[in-house]
């Protein structure tokens, strides 16, 4: 038995040199990050985009020797499906309707087109490799038809499908011409998971309503199969960022970077450029903290590492240059020859690097509008092993449902930001390990490999409950 994991993303991406060779890294995002890492206990293959346009079949050629023999199997793009499945429909219409910026939409009907054309490249991918037994395991909002698909292709297969991102309320739901495609294209698969129970219940709610289903709690039964709804709140490789700062390499990097920040307190902020981050509101509140408590100038500094993301959706590319902007401004109005309030990264760190930054800065700010989970929020508290810090969360982030000790904000309120950053500076050493504690105690039990084990159980346990409802 071998389990296929397929996102839109394989977890190494290829990007293309100046000589125009490949060099392959590590892929952003929680998805990548967080399954790359998996251990299991099957023969695991990944199927998904390398990320780049392959111009020709000696690029694929070249692209698909690297790949395979992690068992990584490219389905490569043309430049008309990166704009109108990638950016399109995938990152212009769903993102930001599971993320509620209802006026971000876009609706195109070459995005759509595309998103069904694409699902079925995925799919074609897939059925020559795939054998009856295997367990498929889908993830995330850019390929929302296949486990339909697969359904009607491939028999005797176990289908899962995760979604990474929120599921918003039936209300805003019903708002997307292909609300019905998209829900008969999930229950296609016979566990269909997301991190937390609101947004299993919004699913739930939406299904019921659009395709006039009865569900009994978590389960409905379709074409003589049930299939199951849970939630699996997703965790990290814990031991990998809490063991990260006995590695040497990681001990000089936070010894030179203690050195570089001086003796005062850092605040750290690590997102993809994405509007859900809450980027502006968080500078905002920045700024409101170093105007309303001028005793902190010079005392501490925001380090804020943004990581280029879907550059080319237009959303993305004019906040940017907002975000640019603003930091400019604060560090324009407060900087002195000593001290620079923002300390600005736009690009990605290497692990070690980040894990340093996660193990000396004081206090960790995760702000965002709308998140999934956010993994950010866990390795921070992973990372800081045995040193204190504080960890400020928005509560709109599926992470805060099991983060209780952190300080909980509402991430529009600037204002509250502000206060947590007060919090947050003010709180004693022993408040501050006595809370980092209590949630490594429970991030360091519901780890990443937990989570998949979870759900692969789950699918195997269905997978006897349907062949008893079959034989029927
Ligand atoms: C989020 C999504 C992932 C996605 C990642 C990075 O975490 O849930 O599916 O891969 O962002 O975004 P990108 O568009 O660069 O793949």
Redesign the pocket.
């Known amino acids: 038995m071998k389990i296929f994991i397929i996102?839109?993303?394989l977890p190494v991406k290829a990007v293309k040199t100046e000589s125009d060779n490949f060099e392959f890294i590590r892929s952003?995002?929680?998805?990548?990050t967080g399954l790359s890492s998996l251990e299991m206990p099957m023969e695991k293959h990944w199927i998904g985009w390398p990320g780049v346009y392959a111009e020709n079949d000696a690029e694929k050629e070249t692209i698909i020797a690297h790949l395979r023999p992690h068992n990584y199997h490219p389905v490569f793009l043309s430049p008309n499906q990166i704009q109108n499945f990638y950016e399109g429909y995938s990152?212009s219409t769903l993102w930001p309707l599971c993320h509620y910026f209802f006026t971000y939409i876009e609706y195109e009907n070459k995005y759509w087109e595309s998103y069904k054309e694409v699902n079925k490249l995925f799919c074609e991918v897939a059925i020559p490799l795939i054998e009856p037994g295997d367990i498929v395991w889908v993830q995330?909002y850019?390929l929302m038809l296949l486990p339909q698909m697969l359904r009607h292709t491939v028999e005797g297969i176990s289908i899962g499908y995760f979604h990474?991102?929120p599921f918003p309320s039936y209300e805003l739901f019903r708002v997307l011409p292909e609300r019905a495609e998209l829900l008969n294209g999930l229950l296609g698969a016979d566990l269909i998971g997301f991190h937390t129970h609101d947004y299993m219940r919004h699913f739930v709610s939406a299904a019921e309503r659009v395709l006039d289903l009865r569900f009994k709690l978590d389960q409905v039964l379709l074409d003589n199969r049930m299939v199951y709804v849970d939630a699996f709140p997703m965790g990290i490789n814990y031991s990998l960022y809490h063991d990260a700062i006995l590695k040497r390499e990681v001990q000089q990097k936070a010894v030179e970077l203690k050195k570089s920040y001086g003796t005062h307190k850092l605040i750290l902020s690590v997102d993809?450029l994405d509007y859900s981050k809450g980027i502006l509101h968080r500078l905002r509140g920045f700024d409101l903290f170093l105007e309303k408590h001028p005793e902190y100038k010079e005392k501490v500094s925001l380090a804020m590492i943004i990581v280029p993301?879907?550059g080319k959706v237009d959303r993305y590319a004019g906040l940017k240059t907002k975000i640019d902007e603003t930091i400019g401004a604060i560090n324009g109005k407060y900087s002195t020859i000593n001290w620079r309030p923002v300390y600005y990264f736009y690009h990605s760190f290497n692990f070690e690097e980040l894990v340093a930054m996660y193990h000396i800065a004081d206090i960790a700010l995760v702000t965002p509008l709308r998140d999934?989970m956010n993994l950010v929020a866990k390795e921070y508290l992973a990372a800081k092993r045995d040193a204190p810090g504080v960890l400020i969360l928005s509560e709109m982030a599926g992470a805060s449902i099991e983060l209780r000790e952190s300080i909980i904000v509402n991430p529009n309120d600037v204002g509250e930001i502000e206060q947590a950053i007060l919090r947050a500076m003010e709180m004693p050493e022993d408040e501050q390990m006595h809370k980092l504690r209590l949630m490594q105690k429970d991030i360091s039990t519901q780890t990443v490999d937990k989570w998949a084990a979870g759900f692969i159980q789950e699918m195997n346990k269905i997978r006897s409950l349907n062949e008893v409802l079959k034989r029927k």
């Open positions: 996102s839109n993303r952003e995002g929680g998805v990548a990152n995330d850019h990474h991102i993809r993301s879907r999934g």
